[in-house]
């Protein structure tokens, strides 16, 4: 490798030397091709100067040549040089792969002693463990053996207690069976008894509570009735009294209408023969509680003197019966002075 960079060293310098040479020549030349002309005579003067350029545009050409030759020569030689890095790394990369594979087969030949080693241990293992089981399970099948043994005997013995046993048990049920037998019949008996004097007994409950019942559709009948006519003769006295206070209102409203005419002070003397209706809310005493236009004359201050002269009259001619009072508290005042 050291050896191919001094000559490629080498052979680099010659070439630059080469082309310094050629340089040099060919700017001589070019400075002879465009000297400014002498004072030689002109024929001489032209000879001089066509050869000079026949002799410059040859070597000019021989140059170009001489570099493109030289250009493609150290391409190549770069290229040559690329190609073999290449395949030193390509060889490095497949010497690398190479002992990674080696290291690599190395380890699982390791591996694959370790786990036949292992596996020779677990198989010695798994035998002892064999011939312990079966020692164990001949000492089970013998101790089972004696075992079953002894349980048929007790399940003989059990056997037989339980046949003497079934045949006090049969005895007994048979006994209990004919005492519940007639223990059935009498409770049977008794419970018909029962239920004869169950049935008389809700049978007479059935006709007293038709009787209670009847009696208390009979009296709620008697109240409804009772009810309904208190709440007719109550509408009626409502109605009578209700009567007797708009009478006793409509009574004083001359003397109402008198006492605010008295309080109004009229806006203008344009306003002539308006009216408005207003709605009225007195206390038990008279006194106005509110006044509210309800249906307006057309004419805002008119409307406004009608308020205030009520507010003024207060408290207002009013029924003394306070009786009278919830029927009549509100009521409506047509307003017109000039009526």
């Known amino acids: 490798m050291a050896e191919q960079l001094k000559r490629c060293l080498g052979y680099t310098r010659s070439v630059f030397f080469s082309l310094a040479l050629h340089s040099l020549v060919f700017a001589f030349l070019l400075a002879d091709l465009w000297w400014p002309f002498s004072r030689v005579p002109e024929v001489i003067e032209r000879a001089s100067t066509m050869e000079a350029a026949a002799v410059s545009l040859e070597e000019i050409q021989k140059i170009r040549k001489q570099q493109a030759l030289i250009k493609e020569q150290e391409e190549q030689r770069l290229r040559e040089i690329e190609e073999q890095k290449q395949r030193e790394a390509e060889a490095e990369r497949l010497a690398r792969e190479q002992e990674q594979q080696r290291i690599q087969e190395a380890?699982?030949?390791?591996?694959e002693q370790e786990r036949r080693e292992q596996e020779e241990a677990r198989k010695l293992a798994?035998?002892?463990?064999?011939?312990?089981?079966?020692e164990e399970r001949k000492k089970a099948e013998e101790a089972e053996q004696k075992r079953?043994?002894?349980e048929a005997r007790k399940q003989a013995e059990e056997e037989e207690r339980k046949r003497k046993q079934e045949q006090e048990r049969q005895k007994a049920e048979e006994e209990e069976r004919k005492r519940k037998e007639e223990a059935e019949r009498k409770r049977k008996e008794e419970e018909a008894r029962k239920k004869a004097e169950e049935?008389?007994?809700?049978r007479k409950e059935e006709e007293e509570r038709k009787k209670a019942e009847e009696a208390e559709k009979k009296r709620l009948e008697e109240e409804r009735k009772r009810a309904e006519e208190e709440k007719l003769l109550k509408?009626?006295?409502?109605?009578?009294?209700?009567s007797q206070a708009i009478r006793s209102l409509s009574n004083?409203?001359?003397l109402i209408a008198e006492d605010i005419e008295d309080n109004w002070r009229r806006p203008s003397q344009e306003i002539q023969g308006l009216q408005a209706t207003i709605k009225v809310r007195v206390s038990i005493n008279g006194e106005v509680l509110s006044a509210e236009v309800i249906k307006s004359s057309g004419d805002l201050k008119f409307d406004r003197?009608?308020?205030?002269?009520i507010d003024k009259a207060s408290p207002l001619p009013f029924p003394s019966n306070p009786k009278y009072y919830d029927y009549i508290k509100e009521f409506n005042l047509l307003f017109n002075p000039d009526g």
């Open 107 to 111: 380890e699982r030949q390791r591996v």
């Open 126 to 134: 798994e035998q002892a463990e064999q011939e312990r089981l079966a």
């Open 148 to 150: 079953k043994q002894e």
């Open 199 to 202: 049935e008389e007994r809700k």
């Open 235 to 242: 509408q009626l006295e409502e109605e009578a009294l209700r």
């Open 252 to 254: 004083l409203r001359d």
């Open 305 to 309: 003197s009608a308020e205030v002269a």
